[in-house]
């Protein structure tokens, strides 16, 4: 039913006004469909007695206009009264109670207050789901700003154990909380990961293979190699890591450095991307990411992009 917080809007008033009389062959009955509607003696009692005493000093239209007038004027407070009255009148479909002279006029009008009534409703139901639309939006965007807000917050706590890692001075240490630090920032980014793992024989040739983690971008499964020595990165040290992808079919190779890579370091691993995809990045450039609040995901695509077409493993960050 529509929605009529204070008041009949015009035309439905004076569609009402012509309906109802129509719908009652006497001023007794139409004082009965009010009253069948919840309307008390406050709203009906001095028409009821004008009625009684004198049945020809007023008409049933001046008996409804005043009645819904007086229902207008209660506004909210009289809400129930009308849209029960509204409810009746849309809902009537027995015109045999009507006079022969007004019974075809009585179907006319209620199919047009019909009509009225659905037409607001559908600009009612229109405004609603505009309304569930627009705050179904907000909402979405404040989830949206929290959940950057609490990336940025995860961001600046990588930031700030990455830049306290400069600090430490023992190797063991500052090697395992490289490992810890690169793998939050693997989860700030949604990155799938696996912590670092060791790799045993079974014929008793102890351990085989020492993994620093992997992760999986875009569907391809990447092994991570983190490292920060005293010099820079050499041959040797990329070599190792380079074996554990070519025993993977498939997998790719990521090496993180806080150091630099020497040439034949680089060379080695241009020579291997006729085989396998490996990109080498600097512990300075993941820095100089997290300053910038660039994504880590976007970075490494470019880094594998660099590799794949310009042959290039070792292209700088924003190069």
Request: charged share 35%.
């Amino acid at each position: 039913m529509v929605d009529i917080t204070y008041h009949y809007p015009p035309e439905l008033f004076q569609l009402l006004v012509d309906t109802i009389p129509r719908l009652c062959r006497s001023k007794r009955a139409l004082i009965l469909f009010f009253r069948g509607a919840g309307l008390t003696d406050r709203h009906t009692s001095d028409l009821e007695q004008k009625v009684i005493q004198d049945k020809d000093s007023i008409n049933k239209y001046e008996i409804v206009r005043v009645i819904l007038q007086r229902l207008n004027e209660f506004g909210e407070h009289a809400l129930r009264e009308r849209r029960e009255i509204l409810k009746r009148v849309v809902e009537f479909d027995d015109f045999s109670s009507c006079w022969d002279n007004d019974r075809l006029e009585a179907k006319g009008l209620v199919s047009e207050i019909r009509k009225v009534v659905n037409i607001k409703d559908s600009f009612t139901r229109m405004r609603q789901e505009r309304g569930a639309e627009s705050k179904k939006h907000i909402e979405i965007k404040r989830e949206e700003m929290s959940r950057i807000q609490e990336k940025k917050k995860k961001i600046e706590s990588v930031k700030g154990e990455l830049n306290a890692l400069f600090g430490m001075t023992d190797p063991h240490k500052r090697g395992t909380a490289l490992e810890k630090v690169l793998n939050d920032l693997f989860r700030v980014h949604d990155i799938s990961i696996r912590e670092s793992f060791r790799r045993v024989s079974d014929k008793g040739h102890g351990v085989v293979e020492q993994i620093d983690g992997v992760i999986e971008i875009d569907g391809e499964i990447y092994l991570v190699e983190m490292k920060w020595l005293s010099s820079n990165v050499g041959k040797g040290d990329v070599s190792n890591h380079l074996v554990n992808i070519f025993n993977r079919r498939s997998g790719r190779g990521i090496f993180i450095s806080a150091t630099d890579y020497t040439d034949p370091a680089i060379q080695v691993c241009e020579e291997s991307l006729s085989q396998v995809v490996v990109i080498l990045c600097k512990l300075q450039e993941i820095v100089m990411l997290l300053d910038k609040e660039d994504d880590f995901v976007e970075f490494i695509r470019a880094k594998v992009r660099a590799s794949i077409v310009d042959k290039n493993p070792y292209k700088a960050y924003m190069q």
